[in-house]
């Protein structure tokens, strides 16, 4: 009984590395006013690589990835043995709260997905596990 507690309390938790956690505050203040968006990769469950990537809709409301840009970016997490843990991206002006169109386009419901709020001057950060319109948050953790 112990077990499954432990296994499902990790599970609603992420695990950051505090490198990768402040390279992601600086990824999205860099693109801002644009929203910016990126992979997170890592072994073990926590999240030790960061993928900026490029938002191809050059937008303040909405992100998108090229699809060769990812295609690429997967082969080489699988190249330094790691898993594609999330997906993140920033709100410039709004909370860290998933809209309605990150909930709609969500394309890969089995990955975290991580929000940079930067509308106040500390920018706010949660995640989420979106699926089949359900969104549940979860626990974020910095590890050294």
């Known amino acids: 009984m112990e077990k499954v507690a ?5 599970h609603h ?34 999240i030790c690589t960061i993928w900026p990537m490029k938002n191809i809709d050059q937008s303040t409301v909405s992100f998108s990835m090229s699809l060769s840009e990812i295609k690429k970016v997967f082969h080489l997490i699988s190249m330094k043995n790691e ?28 990955l975290s997905h ?15 596990k979106m699926e089949q319109n359900q969104v549940n948050s979860l626990v974020i953790k910095l590890k050294k």
Request: charged share 15%; net charge positive; proline share 7%.
């Open 83 to 110: 898993n594609v843990l999330a997906i993140y991206h920033s709100h410039p002006t709004a909370p860290a709260i998933p809209s309605r169109g990150d909930i709609h386009y969500n394309n890969y419901p089995e």
């Open 13 to 46: 938790t992420i695990f950051f590395t505090n490198h990768v956690y402040n390279q992601l505050i600086y990824h999205c203040k860099k693109e801002s006013p644009l929203e910016a968006c990126g992979l997170l990769s890592g072994k073990d469950g926590i």
């Open 114 to 128: 991580v929000i940079v709020s930067l509308q106040n001057q500390v920018p706010d950060i949660k995640a989420y």
């Open 6 to 10: 432990k296994n499902a309390k990790r």
